[in-house]
């Protein structure tokens, strides 16, 4: 395994003082496994912290993965679904979609009174951009973490099948029967 990929034993987390408070839970053997309830967990609870999170995702999604039991890593790993590369096209998505939530029209967008300072500009601005844009990005965490949880399932559950169908198949070609017709079963 590279060096860059191996995870912190349990000791390593106990002797870091920042870590100490919290060792107890990010030692716990349920947050490392990589298992099918796990990953699926850790997939919709880092895609909803990777969008509904401005910064800082990987964090919250690392505590969000400690409270629900899910896999660590790959909570941490979903977060980056939303990147500095895809950042502009998730926000003006996120935008577009959330005006249409709220029923924003195009007129209303930044209608600020004539004798308006910058102040109250500003703050109209972000009030009228942010306010979609996060609506949006909250529509995009819930429906992504779904999308990512159903999508561990089914992948795994297709996965297993493969594994299942391989063997069925080895053990049909070593007893010399047809692997379609219940090999080794009378």
Do not use: C
């Not at 577009?96 to 910058?118: E, H």
């Amino acid at each position: 395994m590279p060096g860059w990929l191996k995870l912190p034993k349990r000791e390593e987390l106990e002797a870091n003082r920042y870590l100490r408070p919290f060792a107890r839970h990010l030692s716990s053997p349920l947050v490392w496994r990589f298992n099918r309830r796990g990953v699926a967990r850790g997939t919709a609870l880092g895609l909803f912290a990777g969008f509904a999170v401005p910064m800082a995702q990987t964090p919250f999604a690392a505590v969000f993965a400690v409270a629900a039991r899910a896999n660590l890593p790959v909570a941490a790993a979903a977060t980056f679904i939303t990147n500095p590369l895809t950042m502009p096209f998730i926000w003006v998505m996120a935008f577009i979609v959330g005006k249409q939530a709220i029923g924003m029209q195009n007129d209303t967008l930044f209608r600020l009174a004539p004798g308006a300072g910058r102040l109250e500009q500003a703050i109209g601005w972000t009030v009228n951009l942010a306010g979609p844009t996060y609506v949006g990005l909250l529509i995009f965490a819930v429906v992504g973490a779904a999308a990512g949880w159903m999508s561990v399932h089914l992948g795994w559950r297709l996965w297993v099948g493969q594994r299942w169908n391989r063997r069925k198949r080895i053990r049909a070609a070593r007893d010399g029967q047809p692997a379609g017709l219940g090999a080794g079963r009378t």
